[in-house]
């Protein structure tokens, strides 16, 4: 009995903390006055906020677009939030699932 419950705690410690969070994944694509091109923009800030019922905001996940473009942004619950990319602001709503694409934003 004992090697079962062991067992189960094993497979137990390798799950999901939280199955009801998600990842999001998206690119930043514009005209980069370094390469005098338009592609992915490296460096680009990018912020995750909460919208409260009360219509105040809470900042939940922050990152930099990476060489290609990209951000990632973990464990999100599912929601309304704004996705804040270089000080503009998009609506956004969060679904359940373990990862959610965004569309390419072009600056």
Do not use: C, E, H
């Amino acid at each position: 009995m004992r090697l079962i419950l062991l067992i189960l705690l094993a497979i137990l410690a390798w799950l999901p903390l939280d199955a009801n969070a998600t990842d999001l994944r998206g690119r930043v694509d514009g005209y980069n006055p370094y390469t005098q091109m338009g592609g992915p923009l490296p460096g680009i800030g990018v912020a995750l906020f909460v919208v409260y019922p009360n219509g105040t905001y809470q900042a939940v996940r922050q990152a930099l677009t990476g060489m290609d473009g990209m951000y990632y942004l973990s464990g999100v619950y599912p929601g309304q939030y704004i996705l804040q990319i270089g000080g503009v602001n998009y609506p956004l709503a969060v679904g359940l699932g373990p990862k959610q694409d965004l569309p390419i934003i072009t600056r």
